[in-house]
Antibody, heavy 118, light 110 residues
Framework: EVWLLESGGGLLQPGGSLRLSCAAS????????MTWVRQAPGKGLEWVST????????YFADSVKGRFTISSDRSENTVYLQMNSLRAEDTAVYYC???????????WGQGTLVTVSS | QSALTQPASVSGSPGQSITISCTGT?????????VSWYQQHPGKAPKLIIF???NRPSGVSNRFSGSKSGNTASLTISGLQAEDEADYYC??????????FGGGTKLTVL
C-alpha cells in the first residue's frame, strides 16, 4: 500500500523559511515523479512543484518560482519542499502526491498546514 | 499559468447525471491528453477519479466518466448518489511542463 506522510508545517512570520518533508513508502520511489500541491483555507487546489523520479528535473508554479526549491533523497524515499521568503498568501495545507504517468496524482498524503502571519 | 475554468457549482437529484466542464487553452487541455479529475470531500485529501482524459483508476465507480473536445474537458457523473456530493477539480499538463488545476466545482446532490 502506498503511504505518503508530510511533516514540517507550522506558524511563521512573513519572510521566514520552512522545509517540508514527505516520506514515501509502498512503491518504487525513484520510478515516479513527486508533486507538491497546496490549498489555501476555503480555496481550491494549486499545483506548486514537481520533481522527476530521477531528481534531475524540477518544475515550479510561477507563484513560487525563485522562492521555493524541491529536492528528493532516494536513499530515504523522501521529497522536500524548501520554502523561503514566505508570504501571507503562502498560507495553505500542503499536500505531497505521487504522480503516475503524466499529471495524474494517484496517491496523496494527509497534508501539513503552513501558516504565515505576523 | 492561468487556472483552468470550471463552473463554481452544479447540482442534481439522486439518480440523475451531471457534467462538469473544464476549459483551458491549446497549451494545456487542448494540447495534451494528460487531463485528470479529483474528488475532494471536506477535510479530506483529494482522490484521483479520472486520468488521461477518460481512464478510471482501479476501484473508481464506472458512474464517473471523462471526455475532451478541443480545449474543454468534461467529467460526467451518472446515477448521482448522496456520497458524490463533494468538490471536483480538473488538472492538466501544460506546454511548459507545469501542471495546472481548475478552480473547482462544488457538487450538491439535492
Amino acid at each position: 500500500e502506498v503511504w505518503l506522510l508530510e511533516s514540517g508545517g507550522g506558524l511563521l512570520q512573513p519572510g521566514g523559511s520552512l522545509r517540508l518533508s514527505c516520506a514515501a513508502s509502498g512503491f518504487s520511489f525513484s520510478s515516479y515523479a513527486m508533486t507538491w500541491v497546496r490549498q489555501a483555507p476555503g480555496k481550491g487546489l494549486e499545483w506548486v512543484s514537481t520533481i522527476s523520479g530521477s531528481g534531475v528535473y524540477t518544475y515550479f508554479a510561477d507563484s513560487v518560482k525563485g522562492r521555493f526549491t524541491i529536492s528528493s533523497d532516494r536513499s530515504e524515499n523522501t521529497v522536500y519542499l524548501q520554502m523561503n521568503s514566505l508570504r501571507a498568501e503562502d498560507t495553505a495545507v500542503y499536500y505531497c502526491a505521487k504522480e503516475s504517468g503524466v499529471a495524474a496524482f494517484d496517491a496523496w498524503g494527509q497534508g501539513t498546514l503552513v501558516t504565515v502571519s505576523s | 499559468q492561468s487556472a483552468l475554468t470550471q463552473p463554481a457549482s452544479v447540482s442534481g437529484s439522486p439518480g440523475q447525471s451531471i457534467t462538469i466542464s473544464c476549459t483551458g487553452t491549446s497549451s494545456d487541455v487542448g494540447g495534451y491528453n494528460s487531463v485528470s479529475w479529483y474528488q475532494q470531500h471536506p477535510g479530506k485529501a483529494p482522490k484521483l477519479i479520472i486520468f488521461d482524459v477518460s481512464n478510471r483508476p482501479s476501484g473508481v465507480s464506472n458512474r464517473f466518466s471523462g471526455s475532451k473536445s478541443g480545449n474543454t474537458a468534461s467529467l460526467t457523473i451518472s446515477g448521482l448518489q448522496a456520497e458524490d456530493e463533494a468538490d471536483y477539480y480538473c488538472n492538466s499538463y501544460t506546454s511548459t511542463s507545469a501542471r495546472v488545476f481548475g478552480g473547482g466545482t462544488k457538487l450538491t446532490v439535492l
